[in-house]
């Protein structure tokens, strides 16, 4: 079963099992290979897979450079994929660095596993399009691989015995109101793997052109939030400069567990907004989990500005950055 519903999604990690199922089903002999640790400046991070079929055919990524070549002439060869999962370094000083395109001083060590069956990909590749948070652990000592429901914690571990890492649904994205901003966002936010519904009740707003991929709903913003799951790995956004449905939805995502929740506007718009929640009951403390105004301020103007802005300050947030507090972005 190859699950073709999941080819449209963006998620690197998906692309990468798809790959792996397909070619065991054709009995073909794949490894897959794992980003462990990096040292220096490594291009990719660790939980990066690549998967390469016997012919040298690839999908997916552990470096920017030739890395992946020098890992395809050895498994046509070959010589990866040992029953046993095996680790092997790459660039471990500045010359080796070079030869394979990692930056100057860069180190890159790999988990190299041999797939046996594809039983266990194809259960995998199941829950994930039931929106299940996976957990799938490597015994380094036997090989044994076992999948594990995981509710929350670190999503890629790497210790003496084992390597965890995680797998689930692609990130959420929920924009209430449509326009030109949420469209641009929906263009920057898909590659970045998140599935992205937007919300506008009112029917004058409704998208003649609907964007391919993309969830679109008229239900009343608050409803609309209800209804998320997996919520913390959701932002969601509020774009509509109507304070009726703006506060809506920030009344609802204020009781969820959105890891972002950002609201469009000026200055002096976001403590208007500030004091009308507060009216509705909501302490402080909840009120600035509020980015408002969201977005970087790197002085943009237009629309697909706008978008880049808060587009790159979820992403900091996703990436547990340090977003205490704006400077200017020149």
């Given at each position: 079963?190859?699950h073709?519903d999941?080819?449209?999604?963006?998620?690197?990690?998906i692309?990468?099992?798809?790959?792996?199922?397909?070619?065991?089903?054709?009995?073909?002999?794949?490894?897959?290979?794992?980003?462990?640790?990096?040292?220096?400046?490594?291009?990719?991070?660790?939980?990066?897979?690549?998967?390469i079929?016997?012919?040298?055919?690839?999908?997916?990524?552990?470096?920017?450079?030739?890395?992946?070549?020098?890992?395809?002439?050895?498994?046509?060869?070959?010589?990866?994929?040992?029953?046993?999962?095996?680790?092997v370094?790459?660039?471990?000083?500045?010359?080796?660095?070079?030869?394979?395109?990692?930056?100057?001083?860069?180190?890159?060590?790999?988990?190299?596993e041999?797939?046996?069956?594809?039983?266990?990909?194809?259960?995998?590749?199941?829950?994930?399009?039931?929106?299940?948070?996976?957990?799938?652990?490597?015994?380094?000592?036997?090989?044994?691989?076992?999948?594990?429901p995981?509710?929350?914690?670190?999503?890629?571990?790497?210790?003496?015995?084992?390597?965890?890492?995680?797998?689930?649904?692609?990130?959420?994205?929920l924009?209430?109101?449509?326009?030109?901003?949420?469209?641009?966002?929906?263009?920057?936010?898909?590659?970045?793997?998140?599935?992205?519904?937007?919300c506008?009740?009112?029917?004058?707003?409704?998208?003649?052109?609907?964007?391919?991929?993309?969830?679109?709903?008229?239900?009343?913003?608050?409803?609309?939030?209800?209804?998320?799951?997996?919520?913390?790995?959701?932002?969601?956004?509020?774009?509509?400069?109507?304070?009726?449905?703006?506060?809506l939805?920030?009344?609802?995502?204020?009781?969820?567990?959105?890891?972002?929740?950002?609201?469009?506007?000026?200055?002096?718009?976001?403590?208007?907004?500030?004091?009308?929640?507060?009216?509705?009951?909501?302490?402080?403390?909840?009120?600035?989990?509020?980015?408002?105004?969201a977005?970087?301020?790197?002085?943009?103007?237009?629309p697909?500005?706008?978008?880049?802005?808060?587009?790159?300050?979820?992403?900091?947030?996703?990436?547990?950055?340090?977003?205490?507090?704006?400077?200017?972005?020149?």
């Amino acid at each position: 079963m190859l699950h073709s519903d999941w080819a449209d999604s963006n998620s690197d990690d998906i692309e990468v099992l798809q790959a792996a199922l397909s070619w065991l089903s054709e009995g073909a002999r794949v490894v897959l290979v794992t980003v462990l640790h990096t040292w220096g400046s490594s291009p990719r991070p660790p939980g990066s897979m690549l998967v390469i079929h016997e012919d040298g055919r690839t999908v997916g990524s552990v470096s920017g450079g030739c890395v992946e070549e020098t890992l395809i002439a050895r498994h046509r060869a070959g010589e990866l994929g040992d029953v046993t999962p095996s680790q092997v370094d790459f660039g471990i000083d500045t010359v080796e660095a070079g030869r394979l395109g990692l930056p100057c001083g860069g180190r890159l060590e790999l988990l190299v596993e041999l797939l046996q069956s594809s039983q266990q990909l194809d259960r995998l590749l199941t829950q994930l399009g039931q929106n299940q948070l996976i957990q799938r652990r490597v015994c380094l000592t036997t090989g044994e691989v076992t999948l594990h429901p995981f509710k929350s914690g670190v999503e890629f571990l790497v210790s003496d015995g084992d390597v965890i890492k995680v797998f689930g649904p692609t990130w959420q994205l929920l924009l209430i109101g449509d326009g030109q901003i949420a469209r641009h966002m929906v263009r920057m936010a898909q590659p970045l793997s998140y599935q992205v519904a937007i919300c506008d009740p009112r029917g004058e707003f409704a998208d003649p052109n609907p964007l391919r991929g993309v969830r679109y709903s008229q239900k009343m913003p608050d409803d609309e939030v209800s209804t998320l799951s997996d919520a913390p790995r959701t932002a969601i956004v509020t774009l509509t400069h109507d304070p009726r449905q703006d506060d809506l939805g920030l009344s609802a995502a204020l009781h969820s567990a959105a890891f972002y929740i950002g609201a469009l506007g000026s200055t002096r718009t976001a403590e208007k907004r500030r004091q009308r929640l507060a009216t509705l009951g909501h302490d402080a403390d909840q009120i600035t989990r509020i980015h408002a105004p969201a977005g970087f301020p790197i002085g943009s103007k237009r629309p697909a500005e706008i978008a880049l802005s808060i587009i790159a300050e979820i992403t900091a947030v996703r990436n547990r950055a340090a977003v205490c507090e704006k400077s200017f972005l020149g």
